[in-house]
């Protein structure tokens, strides 16, 4: 039975100040750091085990697996990175502190560029400090100025279809650590969740998600590791 274990890393220093992140590198706060770390302590002590790894390519979510496999002995399995599973690049809302935002432009402004579908923040200004179109991980990479959570899942879900299920469906027990809007895409694609309902799904930092998988990839049981 394919097993495909998905992690959102656990909480950035940028989460910890309430400031939107998106496609800007942070790293792990010191309570992140211990729930990537109690991740894999929880999936070592389940009797979880797995063949190769895929991320982000953003610190919070590497340095999430990384110490999640320390805590399993598992440093040495293999690892893909790509940035189709980076987070929703929040535009020009990047490095705003979220709620200094509702005080200058009103929740419900807000909760549309946070929660819906389709619409996406202000695009990133062409002089943004934030911009990392010139960064060197992503050459030959169109960067988007801004997305809505459409946006982020038409590149998660190809990606997943692409390169994580071929790896399933040849038998491999599969550990994907990304970012909450990029899980929602592959979360949405398998369970079948619809465009309304994908928005109010919350995914916890550092909680390792199971779906078991039948031979044809489709979903037996969706769980949380821990609390099957």
Avoid at 64 to 78: E, I, K, N, S, V
Avoid at 90 to 106: A, D, F, I, R
Avoid at 147 to 162: G, H, M, N, Q
């Amino acid at each position: 039975m394919p097993t495909l274990v998905l992690l959102r890393h656990g909480q950035s220093q940028w989460n910890l100040e309430n400031r939107f992140t998106g496609w800007w590198d942070v790293d792990l706060s010191a309570a992140g750091i211990e729930e990537a770390l109690a991740a894999g302590r929880l999936l070592k002590a389940e009797g979880f085990d797995f063949d190769c790894c895929f991320t982000s390519v953003l610190t919070r979510a590497i340095r999430t697996l990384h110490l999640a496999l320390y805590q399993m002995d598992r440093l040495w399995l293999p690892v893909t990175k790509d940035w189709r599973l980076n987070e929703r690049h929040y535009g020009g809302l990047t490095g705003l502190n979220k709620q200094e935002m509702v005080e200058k432009v009103g929740g419900e402004q807000v909760k549309i560029w946070r929660r819906s579908y389709d619409i996406p923040p202000p695009p990133l200004p062409e002089d943004s400090p934030y911009d990392v179109a010139g960064d060197r991980r992503y050459t030959g990479v169109d960067v988007p100025r801004t997305e809505s959570l459409k946006d982020t899942i038409a590149r998660a879900v190809p990606y997943y279809e692409a390169e994580i299920a071929p790896a399933l469906a040849a038998g491999k027990r599969v550990l994907v650590s990304a970012h909450g809007n990029s899980l929602r895409g592959i979360i949405k694609y398998l369970s079948d969740i619809s465009d309304d309902q994908i928005v109010g799904l919350e995914i916890p930092t550092g909680k390792p998600i199971v779906y078991e998988l039948a031979d044809d990839l489709s979903v037996e049981r969706r769980y949380y590791v821990g609390e099957a």
